[in-house]
Nanobody, 119 residues
Framework: QVQLVESGGGLVQPGGSLRLSCAAS????????MGWYRQAPGKQRGLVAT???????NYADSVKGRFTISRDNAKNTVYLSMNSLKPEDKAVYYC?????????????WGQGTQVTVSS
């Protein structure tokens, strides 16, 4: 069993910053990619950012230059630093981890954390 626990969401004013964390625990030998998706009310879940085990990052166009994804492999933790937040960034943010299971990546998800951007 693998569990992902997220933290760091909350309410912030436009232009503000937040940092999300997501720690994976359980039966983990190694983790391939980790990342974040988000889902706003009435919309489909969409990719925010991903990062490989080697640290290569990829971002949605809507967050490039404002969000930074990073990870600590020793702690099985992925982070999302969000700056210059906009009202349209409001969503539930979900982290995921692709965990090695017999050399096959299995994707696990966190429970989601709410980010609200409002004055």
């Amino acid at each position: 069993q693998v569990q992902l626990v997220e933290s760091g969401g909350g309410l912030v004013q436009p232009g503000g910053s937040l940092r999300l964390s997501c720690a994976a625990s359980g039966s983990i030998s190694s983790i391939y990619a980790m990342g974040w998706y988000r889902q706003a009310p009435g919309k489909q879940r969409g990719l925010v950012a991903t990062i490989t085990s080697g640290g290569r990052a990829n971002y949605a166009d809507s967050v490039k230059g404002r969000f930074t994804i990073s990870r600590d492999n020793a702690k099985n933790t992925v982070y999302l630093s969000m700056n210059s937040l906009k009202p349209e960034d409001k969503a539930v943010y979900y982290c995921y981890a692709e965990v090695d299971v017999d050399y096959v990546p299995n994707r696990y998800w966190g429970q989601g954390t709410q980010v609200t951007v409002s004055s």
